[in-house]
């Protein structure tokens, strides 16, 4: 069991451009999540997957935030137009079944900053 | 309102003492989990511990336990016997039930300290 990987590790760019991350989950796990995390704070649900379906956004995933899992298995997160506040950790996270106490296994997650 | 209230920012612990972090939580459902991360400074969510509304005894793992008080709405962690290894934050969460709603929802955390 390799656990959630997350690609890349650190992420340095100008304002203004667009930034992809990769998740792969779990391997035999169906949901898979993406949040944001802000230095000392806890991280902030964006959305989440059941296999390919994109089931929930929050309302911080503005439309420059874009999500797909194409074959229900890894994942893309993509940030248009990047803007400063954009900065954070994104975090990605896995779940297997629908179980109430399953819990969520995460990534180490993509620290992106804005210059 | 703030769902998941953590009120301690940090805490300094003497090793081997045990301590209590505290969570407080606001939902109306009648059907949620409550959840403990660890966040050491490597960054990386490390599940802990679980409890969930209509559980009738108070979640244990090892050395983590919840003491889940459901009239208070509060699901404290106890962590025994601490070790230099659990200096951390530590991170409260919650999903709650129905409505199809599955992402957690995160409490501000409390740093952790363990003193030799």
């Known amino acids: 069991d390799t656990g959630v990987s997350q690609d890349p590790r650190h992420k340095i760019t100008k304002r203004g451009q667009n930034v992809t991350f990769r998740c792969d989950p779990i391997?035999?796990?169906?949901?898979l999540y993406w949040y944001r995390q802000t230095l000392g704070q806890g991280p902030e649900f964006l959305t989440y997957?059941?296999?390919?379906?994109?089931?929930?956004k929050s309302r911080l995933l503005s439309d420059r935030f874009s999500a797909e899992r194409p074959k229900g298995s890894f994942s893309t997160l993509e940030i248009q137009r990047t803007e400063q506040g954009d900065s954070a950790m994104y975090l990605c996270?896995?779940?297997?079944?629908?179980?109430?106490?399953?819990?969520?296994?995460f990534g180490d997650g993509t620290r992106l900053s804005i210059l | 309102a703030q769902k998941i209230t953590q009120t301690q920012p940090g805490m300094f612990v003497q090793e081997k003492e045990a301590v209590t972090l505290d969570c407080t939580y606001d939902?109306?459902?009648?059907?949620?989990?409550l959840f403990w991360y660890k966040q050491p400074s490597s960054g990386e969510m490390i599940f802990l511990i679980y409890?969930?509304?209509?559980?009738?005894q108070n979640a244990t793992e090892g050395r983590y336990s919840l003491n889940f008080q459901k009239a208070r709405k509060s699901a404290n962690l106890v962590i025994s016997a601490s070790q230099l290894g659990d200096s951390a934050m530590y991170f409260c969460?919650?999903?709650?039930?129905?409505?199809?709603?599955?992402?957690?929802?995160f409490g501000k955390g409390t740093h952790l300290i363990i003193q030799p």
């Open positions: 409890q969930g509304s209509y559980d009738q």
């Open positions: 997957f059941q296999n390919e379906a994109q089931l929930e």
């Open positions: 391997s035999e796990h169906n949901r």
């Open positions: 969460a919650m999903r709650e039930g129905g409505g199809g709603a599955d992402g957690l929802t």
């Open positions: 939902t109306s459902d009648p059907s949620y989990g």
């Open positions: 996270a896995s779940s297997s079944g629908q179980a109430r106490n399953q819990p969520q296994h």
